[in-house]
C-alpha cells in the first residue's frame, strides 16, 4: 500500500510517500522559520497562505523523487489536529480533494500520533510495547504504548512544554525564533556548572513535568549576569532540562517494567538529551529508540507512516466484528467528519 502524507498543522508544510512494501519512497519539506523569525513567533495567517503557496510543488517533488504517479497512491493521510485551524485546512482540503479525484480514501491523523510512531521509521525499530517522551514545542507527555492506537497517558507537563521553554530561554538570550536548536548550539560553549538551575519537580514521585519556573530562573540570571554569561546559562538551562526528562523517562520505565524507550518530537533531536539518554541505556540496560534526525521535527512522513499503520490495521481487521452487550449512550461520538 502506497500511502501520500501532508503535513500543515503549523509552520511547516511536509509531504511524503510511504510504501507498507518498500518504506519511505521520498520526502520534502518547507520550512516557514525564515517568514515567521521576524515576528518573533508563528503568525497563522502567513502559514496558512504559505501552505496553499507550498503544498503542491511539494507534491510534485515526492512524486517525481519516489518515480510514482498520483494514480499509483492507494490512500491519502492528512494532519488533522491539533494545530492552527487555518493550515491544517490546507492540508486536510487538499487531501479530500486528490481523494475525491482519484478515488481513494482519506484518513486524518493526529499530529501528536505521527510523533509517536515516527521512532518505527528508524533502523532498528522498537517493538511494542514500550515508554515514548513525545517532547515537542507544543507538548510533554510520557506515555505507555501498546499498539497503533493503544496508548496510556503516563504523565505530562503542568505547564510549558520543553520545546517552548527552550524557544522561550533562547528568546531572552537573543537567539531568535524557534531558538531551541540555536540554544542547544550555544550551550555547548558554555559551562553547565557555572550556574545552578532548578529541576522543577524533579522529586514529586510522579511523571508530570513543569518548565516554566526554569525558564523564569533563567530570566532572572540573564537580567543579574547578562548577555555575557548567555552560553553559561544557556547551558545550565540545557543541563536542568535534560536532568529532569531523562529522570522521569527512567521512573516511567521502572514504573512500567518496559526496557523500551522512545524519543519523539523536536526536543528529541537535542544533542545533549540524546548522549544522556543513550548512556542511562547502556549503564541501565534498556533500549533507546529515535526516529531519523530529520523526522524529529514536523514532517509529513511521520504522517504518510501513521496512516499507513492505521490503515492496515483497519483492514486487518477486516471481516471480524465485535458487540457491546454493555454500552453507555453518552460515550458515542458523531459521525466523523
Ligand atoms: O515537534 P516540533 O517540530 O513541533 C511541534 O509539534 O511542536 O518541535 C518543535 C520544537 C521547538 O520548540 C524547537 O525549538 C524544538 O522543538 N527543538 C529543539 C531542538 N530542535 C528542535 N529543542 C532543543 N534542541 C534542539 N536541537
Ligand atoms: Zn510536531
Request: include cysteine; hydrophobic fraction near 45%.
Amino acid at each position: 500500500m502506497r500511502v501520500l502524507g501532508i503535513e500543515s498543522s503549523c509552520d511547516e508544510t511536509g509531504l511524503a510517500l510511504y510504501d507498507t512494501e518498500a518504506g519511505l519512497l521520498a520526502h520534502a519539506l518547507h520550512s516557514q522559520v525564515a517568514m515567521h523569525a521576524e515576528y518573533g513567533g508563528v503568525v497563522p495567517e502567513l502559514a496558512s497562505r504559505d501552505h496553499i503557496r507550498r503544498v503542491l510543488p511539494l507534491l510534485k517533488r515526492v512524486l517525481a523523487e519516489a518515480g510514482v504517479e498520483l494514480k499509483d497512491i492507494d490512500a491519502i493521510a492528512y494532519t488533522q489536529g491539533p494545530g492552527l485551524a487555518g493550515a491544517l485546512l490546507v492540508g486536510a482540503s487538499i487531501a479530500s480533494g486528490l481523494a475525491q479525484a482519484l478515488g481513494k480514501p482519506t484518513v486524518g491523523i493526529h499530529h501528536l500520533e505521527g510523533h509517536l510512531l515516527s521512532p518505527l521509521l528508524s533502523d532498528p525499530k522498537p517493538a511494542f510495547p514500550f515508554v515514548a517522551l513525545l517532547v515537542s514545542g507544543g507538548h510533554t507527555q510520557l506515555m505507555r504504548v501498546d499498539g497503533v492506537g493503544r496508548y496510556e497517558l503516563l504523565g505530562e507537563t503542568v505547564d510549558d512544554a520543553a520545546g517552548e521553554a527552550f524557544d522561550k530561554t533562547a528568546q531572552l538570550l537573543g537567539l531568535g525564533y524557534p531558538g531551541g536548536p540555536a540554544l542547544s548550539r550555544l550551550a555547548e560553549q558554555g559551562d553547565a556548572y557555572r550556574f545552578k538551575l532548578p529541576r522543577p519537580m524533579l522529586n514529586s514521585h510522579n511523571l508530570d513535568f513543569s518548565f516554566a519556573g526554569l525558564k523564569t530562573a533563567a530570566l532572572t540570571l540573564v537580567r543579574k549576569e547578562g548577555l555575557d554569561a548567555a552560553a553559561d546559562i544557556a547551558a545550565g538551562f540545557q543541563a536542568a532540562a535534560v536532568d529532569v526528562l531523562a529522570a522521569k523517562c527512567l521512573t516511567a520505565l521502572k514504573q512500567t517494567g518496559l526496557k523500551r524507550l522512545v524519543v519523539a518530537g523536536g526536543v528529541g533531536a537535542n544533542r545533549s538529551l540524546r548522549s544522556r539518554l543513550d548512556a542511562e541505556a547502556e549503564q541501565k540496560r534498556f533500549a533507546v529508540f529515535y526516529p531519523p534526525l530529520a523526522l524529529c521535527t514536523d514532517n509529513g512522513a511521520m504522517i504518510a507512516f501513521a496512516g499507513a499503520m492505521r490503515l492496515t490495521e483497519a483492514q486487518s481487521r477486516d471481516g471480524r466484528f465485535t458487540v457491546k452487550p454493555r454500552w453507555d449512550l453518552s460515550t458515542l461520538a458523531a459521525p466523523a467528519a
